[in-house]
């Protein structure tokens, strides 16, 4: 168990906001999680994963665990699936990765999503049709205070849209270890409903894809819309897509005809943030370091030594021309650290 002091989280961020940890604490076993959480036990605690899914907009004034447990385990289930487990430290894509070279069937179009495994079930991520409670089976978690390991089922864990228990009711109490999916060996149920996955399968004559072509084709559809947070400073889509009533959408498609949209039922349709902040005039602005993407109105990006604070007062800018213009709140899909 590694211990540092006044540590720089720049490198720990993919907005890349150079803040500073009071205490920073590498964790890369469960051994290390429970030791660490018994010698600090009366500090505040900062959970810190990949960092992908975070704006720092302060100082952390708190002990910083950094989860880095790494490893995966396969064990077969039936003639057609395999459960694979994964440790909370293992880099997201690269983890997708190896499911699609050992041909496991269920993550393609989650390919390229930034961040950790362990932090993948807080947030529900989900890309192109597809979300990760499609495949998921359990996390393990130890409890913050009482040390107790804990199996979390998909039904324990409440997911919604980019959302789950431990945003909400149990936001801060457990240390995700473990996530345990359930994928295919073959016959694969692939998701091509997105047009741009479709397009792109077209463009390169692909009749019958495999999961790897699918998960090019996402690799290829993200890096064109998409900035890498290597290259500048994102965490990918700040806002969520906002769902509204179809009676509003019907409204607002009479004053704005081209307003794309995507049903979820006879009563829910939900719209691109991505376009409604675009029309607002915000795609490619700058305000100093802080801007939006020149290619994707959803991404908001650190030129170079923006404030977490300076983003942040960009969302706030953003969420108030979209409500005054089309009366939809945003909600953002990033977690604000004040």
């Known amino acids: 168990?590694?211990?540092?002091?006044?540590?720089?989280?720049?490198?720990?961020?993919?907005?890349?906001?150079?803040?500073?940890?009071?205490?920073?604490?590498?964790?890369?076993?469960?051994?290390?999680?429970?030791?660490?959480?018994?010698?600090?036990k009366n500090d505040p605690l900062f959970i810190l994963s990949g960092g992908s899914n975070m704006l720092l907009t302060q100082d952390i004034k708190a002990t910083v665990f950094h989860i880095a447990i790494t490893g995966i385990t396969v064990s077969k289930k039936t003639d057609n699936t395999?459960?694979?487990?994964?440790?909370?430290?293992?880099?997201?894509?690269?983890?997708?990765?190896?499911?699609?070279n050992e041909e496991y069937g269920g993550l393609e179009n989650l390919s390229l999503i930034p961040g950790y495994v362990g932090s993948a079930p807080i947030q529900n991520?989900?890309?192109y049709g597809v979300e990760l409670k499609d495949s998921f089976v359990s996390c393990e978690a130890i409890h913050k205070n009482t040390r107790e390991k804990r199996i979390f089922t998909k039904e324990d864990c409440e997911f919604g849209y980019r959302n789950s228990i431990?945003?909400?009711?149990?936001?801060?109490?457990?240390?995700?270890t473990k996530v345990t999916f359930e994928l295919t060996t073959a016959n694969h149920l692939l998701n091509t409903s997105y047009g741009a996955i479709?397009?792109?399968?077209?463009?390169?004559?692909?009749?019958?894809?495999?999961?790897?072509?699918?998960?090019?084709a996402v690799i290829a559809i993200r890096k064109s819309k998409l900035p890498d947070p290597k290259e500048i400073g994102n965490s990918g889509s700040f806002f969520k897509n906002p769902v509204i009533s179809s009676t509003s959408f019907i409204n607002l498609k009479n004053t704005y005809p081209t307003i794309p949209s995507y049903k979820i039922?006879?009563?829910?349709?939900?719209?691109?943030?991505?376009?409604?902040?675009?029309?607002?005039?915000?795609?490619g602005k700058r305000f100093g370091d802080a801007g939006v993407h020149d290619k994707q109105a959803l991404v908001l990006v650190?030129?170079?030594?923006a404030t977490g604070q300076e983003i942040f007062e960009l969302?706030?800018?953003?969420?108030?021309?979209?409500?005054?213009?089309?009366d939809i709140s945003l909600e953002t899909e990033v977690n604000i650290i004040k």
């Open 125 to 127: 991520i989900g890309a």
């Open 198 to 216: 479709e397009l792109a399968l077209q463009d390169k004559n692909c009749i019958k894809p495999t999961i790897k072509d699918i998960s090019e």
């Open 82 to 100: 395999v459960l694979v487990s994964a440790n909370a430290g293992e880099n997201w894509h690269d983890f997708v990765q190896f499911c699609i």
């Open 166 to 176: 431990f945003k909400n009711k149990l936001k801060g109490t457990y240390i995700i």
């Open 265 to 283: 039922d006879d009563e829910n349709i939900k719209v691109p943030a991505g376009w409604l902040i675009e029309q607002c005039g915000f795609k």
């Open 302 to 305: 650190n030129h170079n030594n």
């Open 1 to 40: 168990m590694n211990i540092e002091y006044h540590k720089s989280l720049k490198q720990y961020n993919t907005f890349g906001i150079d803040v500073k940890a009071e205490k920073f604490i590498t964790i890369k076993s469960e051994e290390d999680l429970n030791e660490a959480l018994s010698s600090c």
């Open 315 to 326: 969302s706030l800018k953003i969420k108030q021309t979209v409500k005054e213009k089309f």
